[in-house]
C-alpha cells in the first residue's frame, strides 16, 4: 500500500491513477486473505488456486455483519476501486481526480483501520498515509461546479456507470444509517460566501449525479438550527420557507392510514372513546395535524385532516403495551 500512495502521490507520472488502484487491490486483497485464513475459511478452489478480489471481499463483509457493520462502507469502497482498476482505460482523460482521490483517500484510511484493528499492527505510520492533492489537473473551483450542465455528459459509457455505482453505493449506506460518520470516500464541499459576511457560508451548492445520463445542481440556503424543527407561533423563533408542496409532503397520513396503523401494530388498543380523544386533541397540534381545504379559494368548503408520521409516536405513548 505504500507503494501505492507514492504512485498517486506523483503528480507528474503518467497513468499514476490506474497503477495506484492496481496496487492498492493487491494490497487490500493479501490483508482479506490474511483475514479470512486466521478465522479458519478456506481461501482456495479445488485446483488450488486462490480465490478472487471478490469472493473474499464479500467473505469479510459476511464475517464482519454483526460485530462491525461499518465494514460495508469499506466493502462499498473496495467495489468502487476494483470497478474503477478493471475499466480505467476508459477513465483516461476523463478529469475525475477530485472524486479518484476521495475514494483512494478513504481506501487508505481503511485500510490502515482494518489492518490495526484486525492484526494489531500499524502497517501505515500516519507519516505513509498522506493522500495528496496535488495531482489534479488544474485547481478545483467552484465555477466548475456551477454549471447548468453535467461534467460528465460526454463521458463514455463506462464512467458514467462508475458515476452511478458511486452514487447508488452512498445511496445504500445512508439507508443503513452509516452515512456520514462512514463514507466511502472523503468528500469536498464548496461554499459561495457573500462579500459583506465573508465569515458565513451563506449557499451550499450539491452535485446529483443519480441520474448516468444527467446531472442536477441543488442550491439551498444552509440554515443552523440548534434543536428539531417545530412548527411555533413563537416570533423569536428562525424563519423558514415552506411552499404548500413541502408542508403536504410530510403531512400525507389520512385518518384510515391511522386506523390502518392501530389494527396492525397496536392490536390490543382499541377504537373507542378513548381514541377519539386523543385524535382530536392530535388536530390541534400543528406538528401532527394539518387541515387542507379541498378548494383553497373557498374557506367555508370541504376539508380534511392530513397528519404527519409523528402521530404513530403519539399514539404508541398513549397506548402502551
Known amino acids: 500500500m505504500k507503494v501505492a500512495i507514492e504512485f498517486f502521490n506523483r503528480p507528474s507520472q503518467s497513468h499514476r491513477h490506474e497503477i495506484a488502484s492496481e496496487l492498492a487491490v493487491?494490497?487490500?486483497?493479501?490483508?482479506?486473505?490474511?483475514?479470512?485464513?486466521?478465522?479458519?475459511?478456506?481461501?482456495?478452489?479445488?485446483?488450488?488456486?486462490?480465490?478472487?478480489?471478490?469472493?473474499?471481499?464479500?467473505?469479510?463483509?459476511?464475517?464482519?455483519?454483526?460485530?462491525?457493520?461499518?465494514?460495508?462502507?469499506?466493502?462499498?469502497?473496495?467495489?468502487?476501486?476494483?470497478?474503477?482498476?478493471?475499466?480505467?482505460?476508459?477513465?483516461?482523460?476523463?478529469?475525475?481526480?477530485?472524486i479518484l482521490h476521495g475514494i483512494f483517500a478513504e481506501c487508505v484510511s481503511k485500510f490502515s483501520?482494518?489492518?490495526?484493528?484486525?492484526?494489531?499492527?500499524?502497517?501505515?505510520?500516519?507519516?505513509?498515509?498522506?493522500?495528496?492533492?496535488?495531482?489534479?489537473?488544474r485547481p478545483i473551483q467552484p465555477e466548475d461546479f456551477l454549471s447548468v450542465e453535467s461534467a460528465s455528459a460526454k463521458a463514455p459509457l463506462e464512467v458514467k456507470r462508475f458515476l452511478k455505482q458511486l452514487h447508488d453505493a452512498g445511496?445504500?449506506?445512508?439507508?443503513?444509517?452509516?452515512?456520514?460518520?462512514?463514507?466511502?470516500?472523503?468528500?469536498?464541499?464548496?461554499?459561495?460566501?457573500?462579500?459583506k459576511k465573508a465569515h458565513r457560508a451563506q449557499v451550499v451548492v450539491a452535485v446529483d449525479n443519480s441520474n448516468p445520463q444527467e446531472a442536477t445542481l441543488t442550491v439551498a440556503k444552509h440554515v443552523t438550527l440548534s434543536g428539531e424543527l417545530k412548527l411555533t407561533s413563537d416570533s423569536k423563533a428562525p424563519v423558514v420557507k415552506l411552499v404548500e408542496e413541502d408542508v403536504w409532503h410530510y403531512f400525507n397520513l389520512t385518518y384510515d392510514d391511522i386506523k390502518k396503523f392501530m389494527k396492525e401494530s397496536l392490536p390490543h388498543a382499541k377504537l373507542n372513546d378513548k381514541f377519539k380523544s386523543i385524535m382530536n386533541n392530535a388536530q390541534r397540534d400543528v406538528n401532527l395535524c394539518r387541515t387542507r381545504l379541498l378548494n383553497p379559494s373557498k374557506p367555508s368548503g370541504s376539508k380534511q385532516n392530513f397528519y404527519s408520521d409523528l402521530i404513530y409516536q403519539h399514539l404508541i405513548e398513549r397506548f402502551p403495551v
Open 26 to 98: 493487491a494490497a487490500w486483497e493479501k490483508v482479506l486473505k490474511s483475514y479470512l485464513h486466521k478465522a479458519k475459511h478456506n481461501i482456495f478452489h479445488k485446483d488450488g488456486k486462490t480465490k478472487d478480489f471478490t469472493t473474499c471481499r464479500n467473505a469479510v463483509r459476511d464475517y464482519l455483519y454483526a460485530s462491525h457493520p461499518e465494514f460495508d462502507t469499506t466493502s462499498e469502497n473496495l467495489a468502487i476501486i476494483y470497478e474503477y482498476r478493471n475499466n480505467s482505460a476508459h477513465f483516461y482523460g476523463q478529469h475525475l481526480d477530485a
Open 113 to 137: 483501520h482494518f489492518t490495526r484493528e484486525h492484526f494489531k499492527r500499524e502497517l501505515l505510520n500516519p507519516g505513509d498515509a498522506g493522500i495528496l492533492p496535488v495531482g489534479f489537473s
Open 171 to 195: 445511496e445504500r449506506l445512508s439507508n443503513q444509517g452509516l452515512t456520514p460518520e462512514h463514507s466511502i470516500l472523503i468528500s469536498f464541499r464548496i461554499a459561495l460566501e457573500d462579500a
